[in-house]
């Protein structure tokens, strides 16, 4: 909970892969035609120790956090939608609200985009500034938990466009989903609820466990001398395939493993050196494959997700692995150094 005054608590390094210390630091200042949230629970994904560790430019010190739900603490004078009290949560795009992007809906590619936790202090904090309510906030549920909210900001929502949108999945279909942490596992799920056959394919024998809990038909034990024909000669043929981790070598078998006209999704980051792989586009041209990237969801294409958990369809709350307090923040970041360690889904920090 937060503490009286004018500063809050916040989880916050000043080098890159330095350590990270709970500090008191000012108070967000509401902007215009945003809100300040009572951050109540945020979770700890990939993209957070990509920036720790350089490979996604930020300004020191830096705020981590953009996967969050809270409550709205004070609205700016040009808000027309929302007041103190709400319990929202908020895609990791926040979109400007003013450009043809998002007069168009696609608010997660407007070129004038904050993002909290990377462009601005993040929801490793008591409190969180948001730009842009009236286009950003999503209501929530009173009955939705704020940590099951948490991990739908970014993981949840990112495989949900990527799954239904990108990939267009529908019972049947057989699905492969290379990378079994949050963003996988949450596809898995998405996937496994429309009535696709998922095949799950991680190094990691605690995540595929997973994965066949939230409904996986088919796993994949990956070695690190596989090749990507070598997946994907394992997963089999797919009409849709997602690298939900981000390499060079999923993107790859991913591709490979698509059946004739099927579809790949690029939803883990590709970053550095790996950022402009090769592409086996002969495959791509006489199989007329199709190739998306997806980068999240706008907040206008919630309420469909949001049904899908009412209605019992999927469970994001059972991909929650832990729930530990901002001190634990640093540690969360360093345990995914190692990639193909335990796969205890999702952690989330509850304030």
Do not use: K
Not at 4 to 25: D, H, L, M
Not at 65 to 73: K, Q
Not at 122 to 148: H, I, K, Y
């Amino acid at each position: 909970m937060q503490t009286p005054g004018s500063a809050v608590r916040a989880a916050r390094y000043e080098t890159i892969g330095g350590p990270v210390q709970v500090v008191e630091v000012d108070r967000p200042v509401c902007p215009d035609d945003g809100v300040v949230l009572d951050v109540r629970a945020t979770g700890v994904c990939r993209s957070d120790w990509h920036a720790w560790r350089g490979h996604d430019p930020v300004t020191l010190p830096h705020i981590p956090g953009h996967e969050y739900a809270g409550v709205v603490s004070a609205v700016g004078p040009a808000v027309r939608s929302w007041q103190p009290g709400a319990r929202v949560t908020v895609p990791f795009v926040c979109g400007c609200g003013r450009c043809a992007f998002c007069l168009a809906g696609d608010a997660q590619v407007c070129p004038n985009q904050r993002q909290p936790g990377f462009t601005d202090p993040g929801s490793f904090a008591e409190q969180v500034a948001v730009p842009a309510a009236d286009l950003n906030l999503v209501l929530l549920p009173e009955t939705m938990p704020f940590t099951t909210a948490a991990s739908l900001g970014c993981r949840f929502a990112t495989a949900f466009r990527a799954v239904t949108g990108h990939g267009r999945v529908g019972a049947g279909d057989r699905v492969a989903v290379f990378g079994c942490g949050g963003v996988g596992l949450s596809a898995v799920m998405i996937a496994a609820s429309l009535g696709a056959e998922v095949v799950a394919v991680d190094t990691s024998a605690a995540a595929l466990e997973r994965a066949s809990a939230a409904g996986a038909l088919a796993t994949v034990l990956a070695a690190a001398t596989d090749t990507p024909e070598d997946l994907a000669a394992r997963v089999g043929e797919v009409h849709v395939g997602l690298d939900c981790l981000g390499t060079p070598a999923l993107l790859v078998a991913s591709v490979l493993a698509l059946r004739r006209r099927g579809r790949h999704v690029q939803v883990g980051l590709l970053l550095g050196d790996d950022s402009r792989p090769a592409v086996p586009m002969d495959r791509v041209i006489a199989w007329e494959l199709e190739l998306y990237g997806s980068h999240g969801m706008a907040a206008h294409e919630y309420p469909a997700m949001l049904q899908l958990i009412a209605d019992g369809g999927v469970r994001p709350g059972e991909l929650v692995g832990r729930v530990i307090g901002l001190d634990g923040a640093g540690a969360a970041l360093a345990a995914m150094d190692d990639p193909s360690g335990p796969g205890t889904g999702m952690t989330v920090i509850e304030l």
